[in-house]
Every structure is written in C-alpha cells, then in structure tokens.
C-alpha cells in the first residue's frame, strides 16, 4: 500500500486561508468516505483534527474544515494563527482492511 | 480522562525483538479496537496494524506480517506490540492510539522511542 501523496509544505500569513491536499486512489481515499486528518506539533503525538472526510472532534475549532473531491481530500485552515504551524497528516481506511497516511505537510506561518 | 500511557525507550541491537506496552484508562477498554503506528525519525506516520481488545483479533500491516504481534492483557487494560528481527530501519518512534469508532485514531499515548543499534 503506497503512502498517500501530499504537498511538502505550505504556508501563509496570520489572517489567510491554506488547503493542504492528499491525494490517493480509488482503493482508499476515492472509495470510503474515510479520510482523517492529524495536527502534530515537534515532539508531540499526533492530534485527531478531522474524521469522515469533513466531520470536526468536540473541541476542535471551526477553522479547520474537510472535503473529498475523486481521489484527492482536501483540509483547509481558515483564519491562520501561529499555534497553526505544525506538520498535518492525512490517513485513510483502504479496501484492504488497513489504514495509510500520507507524507505529511509541514505548514509555516509566515 | 481517556489516556493512553506508553512503557519508556528501548536501545536495542539488530536481530534482537522489542516489546513496547500502552496502558489504557478512563474508558471501558474493549469497546475500541486499538492501532499501532510508528514514525521514524524525521519521517511521516506509518501504519502498523489493530487489535481488538475484545476478542484479541488482529490484523498487520502486509509490510510487518511474520514480524510484529500484538496482543492485550484485558485485566490489566494493557496492549503490547513486539517487534522482533530488528534492523536499523525499525528506529522509529511507536505509538497507540485508539479507534474513534469512525475508520479514524481519536487518541494516541505519548510514544516510545525504540532504537536500533549495533
């Protein structure tokens, strides 16, 4: 099972809005409606963010928001902040009764 | 509160097996199945495999197969994950982290650092 593919690195300024794509085949992202998504800051475990493509944890804010185009899942951060910087990772449940990731993003505010 | 907490860091040399625990509480243990993920160092998490507490069922990563075992203690509320014929490769950091219920990892104990070397 390859590693979903997802941008390096993006970035923005305090205020702006960023997508982070994570792109799969129809064998995961394309063909469950189970994609997640995962904030990790240095040193820390991973934070649950997103689950079922666009459904947000209690507690996590409202500028984090999920969508699922095909194959591809998108997670944008409205409003960025400086406690958004971190890595984000994508995870989704495959027709093979496991689960991927993808590479990871390393976010930077600017 | 729901916790998740891990056994501490492991040296190892190559060849030799590791056998990492994750104590789980304040929730009923075998309601959620369990998940193992491991993250080298500067590198992106990677699945490993699940086991359900309740029927101690498992399934692996195909990467993993013949190599990892999990398994749970259910009077202790405890999950172990073994890893034997370790190479440099398997220096990673490893966590659990239980099943939301919804195909995703709702919380992750803190991680143990294993690593591999001669």
């Known amino acids: 099972q390859s590693a979903l593919t997802q941008p390096a690195s993006v970035s923005g300024s305090p205020g702006q809005s960023i997508t982070i794509s994570c792109t799969g085949t129809?064998?995961?992202?394309?063909?469950?409606?189970?994609v997640s998504w995962y904030q990790q800051h240095p040193g820390k475990a991973p934070k649950f963010m997103i689950y079922?493509?666009?459904n947000r944890p209690s507690g996590v804010s409202n500028r984090f928001s999920g969508s699922k185009s095909g194959n591809t899942a998108s997670l944008t951060i409205s409003g960025l902040q400086a406690e958004d910087e971190a890595d984000y990772y994508c995870s989704s449940y495959t027709s093979s009764i496991t689960w991927v990731f993808g590479g990871g993003t390393k976010l930077t505010v600017l | 509160q729901v916790q998740l907490v891990q056994s501490g860091a492991e040296v190892k040399k190559p060849g030799a097996s590791v056998k990492v625990s994750c104590k789980a509480s304040?929730?009923?243990?075998?309601?959620?199945?369990m998940h193992w993920v491991r993250q080298a160092p500067g590198q992106g998490l990677e699945w490993m495999g699940r086991i359900n507490p309740s029927g101690a069922g498992t399934s692996y990563a195909q990467k993993f197969q013949g190599r990892v075992t999990m398994t749970r203690d259910t009077s202790t509320s405890t999950l172990y994950m073994e890893l034997s014929s370790l190479r440099s490769e398997d220096t990673a950091v490893y966590y659990c982290?239980?099943?939301?219920?919804?195909?995703?990892?709702?919380?992750w104990g803190q991680g143990t650092m294993v690593t591999v070397s001669s």
């Open positions: 129809s064998s995961d992202v394309g063909g469950y409606n189970h």
């Open positions: 304040g929730y009923t243990f075998s309601s959620n199945y």
């Open positions: 079922d493509v666009s």
């Open positions: 982290a239980r099943d939301s219920g919804r195909w995703a990892f709702d919380i």
